[in-house]
């Protein structure tokens, strides 16, 4: 049984690393859309709904490593702090090449981010005994999973009716696809990680949906499915953790 044990917290741990390592690489994934922002000056369809989002998410796991799991405090701390400087720098540039109705739009996002993270830090701190918190808020950042999965969904739809896959950004769904399912794997592995399970299994059913629409409609676009021809195409792209 020790021997057993022993090869599981090893197999963990290698599921961990590499989650980890899929975490950051899902951060970065978005950079190539922001660098056709900078370039074209302009956010066109582009939604910052996603970087609100990651922001979001990122914040409420801190707060559940510093607070509530300090053996893992270090890992989830330098992980989701990475997440959120990146992409406060993604939701700054895309900020500053708004148009000023989209401007509004960021500001609105911001400020429901905001009020969203302070009445879950606050419902955690105040209102959940402190034996069920580690449970409660380890759903709550589940359900904020969940929603960043959702919303690519949009895309989908749009690449299938217009036959056009240049509006969707492959490395982050591929990168979403991988980092879901390394912690779904984890989840298997882990017994004490259930609640990590539904989440990450619906993250991965959402990233191989994507995945495969993806490769479905490549040939459609002339064998480029590159971000940097349209533009228009664009409605939103996605990151989750």
């Given at each position: 049984m020790?021997?057993?044990?022993?090869?599981?917290?090893?197999?963990?741990?290698?599921?961990?690393?590499?989650?980890?390592?899929?975490?950051?690489?899902?951060?970065?994934?978005?950079?190539?859309?922001?660098?056709?922002?900078?370039?074209?000056?302009?956010?066109?369809?582009?939604?910052?709904?996603?970087?609100?989002?990651?922001?979001?998410?990122c914040?409420?796991?801190?707060?559940?490593g510093?607070?509530?799991?300090?053996?893992?405090?270090?890992?989830?701390?330098?992980?989701?702090?990475?997440?959120?400087?990146?992409?406060?720098?993604?939701?700054?540039?895309?900020y500053?090449?708004?148009?000023?109705?989209?401007?509004?739009?960021?500001v609105?996002?911001?400020?429901?981010?905001?009020?969203?993270?302070?009445?879950?830090?606050?419902?955690?701190?105040?209102?959940?005994?402190?034996?069920?918190?580690?449970?409660?808020?380890?759903?709550?950042?589940?359900?904020?999973?969940?929603?960043?999965?959702?919303?690519?969904?949009?895309?989908?739809?749009?690449?299938?009716?217009?036959?056009?896959?240049?509006?969707?950004?492959?490395?982050?769904?591929?990168?979403?696809?991988?980092?879901?399912?390394?912690?779904?794997?984890?989840?298997?592995?882990?017994?004490?990680?259930?609640?990590?399970?539904?989440?990450?299994?619906?993250?991965?059913?959402?990233?191989?949906?994507?995945?495969?629409?993806?490769?479905?409609?490549?040939?459609?676009?002339?064998?480029?499915?590159?971000?940097?021809?349209?533009?228009?195409?664009?409605?939103?792209?996605?990151?989750?953790?």
């Open positions: 020790h021997r057993f044990s022993s090869i599981l917290e090893a197999r963990s741990s290698v599921w961990v690393a590499a989650g980890y390592v899929f975490r950051v690489a899902l951060f970065l994934s978005p950079f190539p859309t922001v660098k056709l922002i900078i370039k074209k000056k302009s956010t066109g369809s582009y939604s910052a709904f996603t970087y609100v989002c990651t922001i979001l998410n914040v409420v796991w801190t707060f559940y510093v607070r509530l799991d300090p053996n893992n405090k270090f890992l989830l701390t330098y992980i989701n702090g990475v997440g959120i400087l990146v992409h406060s720098a993604y939701l700054t540039i895309h500053l090449h708004a148009s000023n109705h989209e401007k509004g739009r960021v609105i996002m911001k400020v429901a981010s905001l009020l969203t993270m302070s009445i879950i830090i606050a419902s955690a701190m105040f209102l959940v005994p402190q034996n069920d918190r580690v449970t409660a808020v380890g759903w709550i950042c589940g359900v904020v999973n969940i929603v960043m999965h959702a919303a690519p969904l949009s895309v989908v739809k749009q690449v299938i009716s217009s036959n056009d896959v240049s509006g969707m950004p492959f490395l982050v769904s591929f990168f979403s696809l991988l980092n879901s399912a390394i912690w779904l794997a984890f989840s298997a592995l882990h017994k004490d990680a259930k609640v990590t399970m539904i989440p990450n299994g619906v993250a991965t059913a959402f990233g191989v949906i994507e995945v495969l629409v993806y490769l479905m409609y490549f040939d459609n676009t002339g064998g480029n499915g590159s971000e940097d021809h349209s533009e228009p195409m664009a409605r939103m792209e996605h990151i989750t953790a």
